[in-house]
């Protein structure tokens, strides 16, 4: 039983570290591309999933979501983030 505890705290840590290690990772890249932000965006919709529990019962539902992407110039092409 601790080590199944033990693997969910690590779990919790991982996943809640990983989105701020990939935007460092992913920023990092860009500066050394020499990337510069255009005036060029654009909107897209996507569809994010959202998990509502109705009676101890997990409904998950798609969400369109509305997002926005800008244009960068790098010294190796464009890019969209």
Not at 9 to 36: Q, R, W
Not at 54 to 72: A, E, S
């Amino acid at each position: 039983m601790l080590k199944f505890l033990n693997f969910l705290i690590v779990l919790c840590i991982v996943l809640g570290i990983a989105p701020f290690v990939l935007a460092y990772l992913d920023s990092d890249e860009m500066h050394k591309m020499n990337c510069t932000k255009t005036g060029q965006s654009r909107e897209e919709t996507v569809m994010m999933p959202v998990t509502v529990i109705v009676n101890n019962i997990p409904i998950t539902n798609m969400i369109p979501t509305l997002t926005t992407t800008y244009q960068y110039t790098c010294t190796d092409g464009e890019r969209w983030r």
